[in-house]
T-cell receptor
Framework: SQTIHQWPATLVQPVGSPLSLECTVE??????LYWYRQAAGRGLQLLFYSVGIGQISSEVPQNLSASRPQDRQFILSSKKLLLSDSGFYLC????????????FGEGSRLTVL | SQKIEQNSEALNIQEGKTATLTCNYT??????LQWYRQDPGRGPVFLLLIRENEKEKRKERLKVTFDTTLKQSLFHITASQPADSATYLCPGGSDSWGKFQFGAGTQVVVTP
C-alpha cells in the first residue's frame, strides 16, 4: 500500500533562518506531488506541484521554493524565513492529475519567531 | 477570482441527527468536487468525489449532491456520531488538471 511521510513534524525557527521540509511517498511510482500551506483557521493554499522529477510549478509568489530530486521525494525550502511563513505545511500526492484524490502527509507545523 | 464558500460558522448537531453542509462555487464551474475530512493537527482525508454529470453520490452514512445550475454541493452526514466531529472541506477542480481550490471548511460538532 501507498504511504506518505513528511518531516519534521514540528519546528520553531528564527526569522532569517533557512528551512527544509521533506516528503517521501512509498508504494507508488511517478506520483503527482503537492505542497500546501494552511494558516490557522484558513483553507489550504497550494504552494507548489510537480508532475515529475525536476518539474516544479509555483502557484503563489513567495519566499519558498520546492525541488523534486527523486521520483518520490519532494522538498520545500527557504533561504530566509519570514514571520508570515508560519503555518501548517502539508505534502500530498495523487495518482490521477485530473480528478485524483489527494493523499496527505501528517503535516509539519512551522513557527517562525 | 475563483472562490469556494463554505459556512464559516461551526455546525453543532445532536447525535443521531443529519448534518448538512453547503459548498458554493463562485466565478468558476468545477467539473468535479471532492469532500475531505480534517481533524485538528492532521492532514485532510478524502471522502467522496462527485462529477458534474452525477446528481448524487453515497458512501455509508455520507451523501453528496452536486447542482451545477446553482453551483452548489450539499454534504449530508446521516445518523451523526460524535466521531464525525471534524472540519469538512470541499475542493473543486477544473477540467484541465487537478488544481484543487480549497475553502476554509466547515467545522461539525456532534454532541451526545
Amino acid at each position: 500500500s501507498q504511504t506518505i511521510h513528511q518531516w519534521p513534524a514540528t519546528l520553531v525557527q528564527p526569522v532569517g533562518s533557512p528551512l527544509s521540509l521533506e516528503c517521501t511517498v512509498e508504494g507508488t511510482s511517478n506520483p503527482n506531488l503537492y505542497w500546501y500551506r494552511q494558516a490557522a483557521g484558513r483553507g489550504l493554499q497550494l504552494l507548489f506541484y510537480s508532475v515529475g522529477i525536476g518539474q516544479i510549478s509555483s502557484e503563489v509568489p513567495q519566499n519558498l521554493s520546492a525541488s523534486r530530486p527523486q521520483d518520490r521525494q519532494f522538498i520545500l525550502s527557504s533561504k530566509k524565513l519570514l514571520l508570515s511563513d508560519s503555518g501548517f505545511y502539508l505534502c500530498a500526492w495523487s495518482a490521477d492529475l485530473i480528478t485524483g484524490e489527494l493523499f496527505f502527509g501528517e503535516g509539519s507545523r512551522l513557527t517562525v519567531l | 477570482s475563483q472562490k469556494i464558500e463554505q459556512n464559516s460558522e461551526a455546525l453543532n448537531i445532536q447525535e443521531g441527527k443529519t448534518a448538512t453542509l453547503t459548498c458554493n462555487y463562485t466565478n468558476y464551474s468545477p467539473a468535479y468536487l471532492q469532500w475531505y475530512r480534517q481533524d485538528p493537527g492532521r492532514g485532510p482525508v478524502f471522502l467522496l468525489l462527485i462529477r458534474e454529470n452525477e446528481k448524487e453520490k453515497r458512501k455509508e452514512r455520507l451523501k453528496v449532491t452536486f447542482d451545477t445550475t446553482l453551483k452548489q454541493s450539499l454534504f449530508h452526514i446521516t445518523a451523526s456520531q460524535p466521531a464525525d466531529s471534524a472540519t469538512y472541506l470541499c475542493p473543486g477542480g477544473s477540467d484541465s488538471w487537478g488544481k484543487f481550490q480549497f475553502g476554509a471548511g466547515t467545522q461539525v460538532v456532534v454532541t451526545p
